[in-house]
Structure formats: C-alpha cells, structure tokens
C-alpha cells in the first residue's frame, strides 16, 4: 500500500520559515518524480514546485520562486519543501504527489498517481 505523509506544517508569522516533509513508503520512490501543491480555502489546487525522480531538476510556480526550495533524499524515501519569507498568502494545505516515471508526463502535470493527505500552513500577519 502506498503511502505519502506530510509533516511539518503549522503556524507562522510572515517572513518566517517552515520545512515541509513527505514521507513515501509502499514504492521504489527512485522511480518517482515529486511534486508539490497547495490549495486555499475557496481556491482551486495549484502547482508549488516538482522535482525529477534524480534530484537533477527542479521546477517552481512563480509565485515561490526565489522562496521555496524542493529537494529529495531517495535514500530516505523522502521530499521536502523548504520555505522561506513566508507570506500570508501562503497559507494553505500542502500536498505532496508522486508522479511515476515510465507515465512521461510533462513537468506541468496535475496528474500525479498518488497524493499524501495534506498539511496546513498558516501564515499569519
């Protein structure tokens, strides 16, 4: 059974700093590209960033460029999403996707095979 479990989320003040982690278990996770979304209350699900299955690329929505940094430890199983400046409208419920490599899905995609449950982020003013 796949699993993906964020942790890290909580409360914070603008200009603050949070590292999000997803967990994966339940699959060869080196076969996985990563992902990273958020959604808002009232909003739709957007993109935050997407990381290739080796690390060796990256890519970021344009809203957190600059700010929030993907990386991975396959070794680990694991992704994480560091965040810095934080603003208020970062506020959301973080999610972590896993997106398999033999699907050949453009960077772009919202198709991803499996989705963690989600952590909330507040940040506050």
């Known amino acids: 059974q796949v699993q993906l479990v964020e942790s890290g989320g909580g409360l914070v003040q603008a200009g603050g700093s949070l590292r999000l982690s997803c967990a994966a278990s339940g699959l060869t996770f080196r076969n996985y590209h990563m992902g990273w979304f958020r959604q808002a209350p009232g909003k739709e699900r957007e993109f935050v960033a997407r990381i290739s299955s080796s690390g060796g690329s990256t890519r970021y929505a344009d809203s957190v460029k600059g700010r929030f940094t993907i990386s991975r430890d396959n070794a680990k199983n694991t992704v994480y999403l560091e965040m810095n400046s934080l603003k208020p409208e970062d506020t959301a419920v973080y999610y972590c996707?896993?997106?398999?490599?033999?699907?050949?899905?453009?960077?772009?995609?919202?198709?991803?095979?499996?989705w963690g449950q989600g952590t909330q982020v507040t940040v506050s003013s």
């Open positions: 996707a896993a997106d398999h490599i033999i699907d050949i899905r453009p960077a772009t995609t919202y198709e991803y095979d499996y």
